[in-house]
């Protein structure tokens, strides 16, 4: 019994480790698309987050310097996003995948260049240079994955329960009736942009000084992605979107462990069919399979205001 | 602020405005460079040296730039009717491997000149058939293509790391690739260097493309539809096989990349072949502004890019390849989704017509 228990508790331990970062990044592009801006950039966010915050944690030595390192460098990301989709009224796919393929470039050359290590940062081996387990050694609750338990309801009272909210979703159904209103289309969707960009800071800042002790190239391996995938099968609502990251969180932990195991009727099931379930279950959603997502109207549209 | 958005004269939207555009880009790696520590001009001499030095490096530049070709037709096809596929990465991926299942199958059997045409063929069909499945849950079940392409992407990946590791990999190696390929399996290459006859390939596919979108049926109502679909859906247009045909022609371009990789340079199936050209063809696309010819400088230019930076790494240890990626990635940013960036200036500069 004590068996079944242990192995319950680790086993959802090793799921809110791998779904904190989704959940963050997952509210944070909640904001980004309820305002009408797709951001297929998070994962470029992220990885940047990633990079300074664990190059700011290893030349400081102190975490939380890391962190805001890792916030600042997601925010310029965000801000460039928001300055080529917003103000320029540019293709918000095309500017969410240069992002993301310049954070893919930029965080090995500069890595490379500072600390010679092919593109790694040097391991934050330093005491108070990572965020450590507070409750459980062993389970990595790190205050990161507390931040994110907070960020869903944090995510709901806003975008639910507040004036800025309501106009958020007005702006990402109907810009123009905001802006016939008197309120700024543009500032709305900076913010939102803004916001987006502080929670996948601390996503990226998770993975690299809080589950990791580093930065290595490409290590968010399609995480982005992923949480992507979960606003979309949380049909753009942050407590389902919550419950998407923890399933696809599950399906990463349980991935692990049933690795050369064999499933009773089944076989061995292959760890890939498992690391690909997440994008499967996603299309079959989106395909109409299992209910319906609708997603903001005025998404992706760029709003011209008429003069 | 107040953006200006009256017509340029022609000549400045087709040749000035992109011009810019890269210009930015470029200006921007320069000032990365300078960061680094490295002087940016004495780069660009390392890099162009590189690139074009010997007949080995203008081999490889070719080499590259074939990959960029197919990609950059790939992302240029799908943008003419409208659709954004992002899926080049995986469909490079699957259309490797039908490439190479074909060849494994038939090798030991069939004389070269029937080997390739068919590995060619299973290629565009495997890339044609991964594409397809987006283009359906598009035209058919509503979800949006940029989203499905996205995912497909990773679901290849896992689909070939499970076919490499599980069933593919050759009795008694270590490393997830298939055995090698029959002589009558691989194309002939250029002594020296990785240039091989798929180049010819890329090149043929320019010009069928351009006879496709420009003079047949089919391809200019894939144009209508980009431009309006609406209106080409009252012209009588099926929106839904439009779709479909404009994705598996995307798909088949970007399989391709498995017959210049396998067929021409590994000689066998391995793990991440397409190594990002799925990507960088929507920077190519973007650059050469969809048309053939444009995709053919700009797959030059990044061709020159990708050698060029090899051995410019290779020179300049605080430099890395991944150089490349920031550049396609700032391009990508400056011709694409900040594209209207300049215009505001070059309307004040330049006389208005009429």
Known sequence: ?307 | MKLARGPLPRWAEILLLPLINIALAFLVVGIIVRIIGVDPFHALDRLVLGAVGSPESIGYTLYYATNFIFTGLAVAVAFHGGLFNIGGEGQAYIGGLGCGLAILALDRYLPGWLMAPIAIAAAALFGAAWAAVPAWLQAWRGSHIVITTIMFNFVASALMVYLLVNVLIAPGSMTPQSRNFEPSGELPALPGSALNLSILLALACCVLMWLFLWHTRWGYALRAMGHNPEAAHYAGTDLKRMTLLGMCLSGALAGFVGVNELMGVHHRIVLDFPAGYGFAGIAVALMGRNHPVGVVLAALLFGALQQGGAELAFDEPRITREMVVVIQGLVILFSGALEHLPRPWLAVLLPRRG
């Open chain 1, 1 to 307: 019994m004590d068996d079944l228990a242990a192995i319950v508790f680790l086993t959802a331990a090793a799921t809110l480790r791998t779904a904190t970062p989704l959940i963050l990044c997952a509210m944070g592009g909640l904001f980004s698309e309820k305002s009408g801006i797709v951001d297929v950039g998070l994962e470029g966010k992220m990885l940047m987050a990633a990079f300074f915050g664990a190059s700011a944690a290893a030349l400081t030595g102190s975490a939380w310097w890391g962190v805001a390192a890792a916030i600042g460098a997601a925010e310029i990301m965000a801000l460039l996003h928001g300055f080529a989709c917003i103000t320029y009224r540019g293709n918000q796919v095309v500017s969410g995948v240069a992002l993301n393929i310049l954070a893919a470039g930029l965080t090995v050359v500069l890595g490379n260049a500072w600390f010679h290590q092919g593109g790694q940062t040097p391991p934050l081996e330093q005491a108070g240079s990572r965020m450590l387990p507070i409750f459980f050694p062993h389970a990595g609750d790190n205050i990161l994955v507390y931040a994110a338990l907070a960020s869903v309801p944090f995510t709901w009272w806003l975008i639910a329960r507040t004036r800025f909210g309501l106009r958020l979703r007005a702006v990402g159904e109907m810009p123009l009736a905001v802006d016939a209103a008197g309120v700024s289309v543009s500032w709305l969707r900076y913010r939102a942009v803004l916001l987006c960009g502080f929670f996948a800071g601390l996503a990226g800042a998770y993975l690299s000084i809080a589950q990791n002790a580093g930065f290595s190239r490409d290590m968010t391996a399609g995480q982005g992605f992923i949480a992507l995938a979960a606003i979309i099968f949380g049909k753009w609502q942050p407590f389902p979107a919550f419950g998407a990251c923890l399933i696809f969180g599950l399906l990463d932990a349980v991935a692990i462990r049933l690795q050369g195991v064999r499933v009773p009727g089944v076989g061995e099931v292959p760890v890939q069919f498992i690391q690909a379930l997440p994008y499967l279950l996603t299309m079959f959603l989106l395909a109409g399979f299992i209910g319906r997502a609708v997603a903001p109207k005025a998404i992706g549209v760029p709003y011209e205001k008429e003069h």
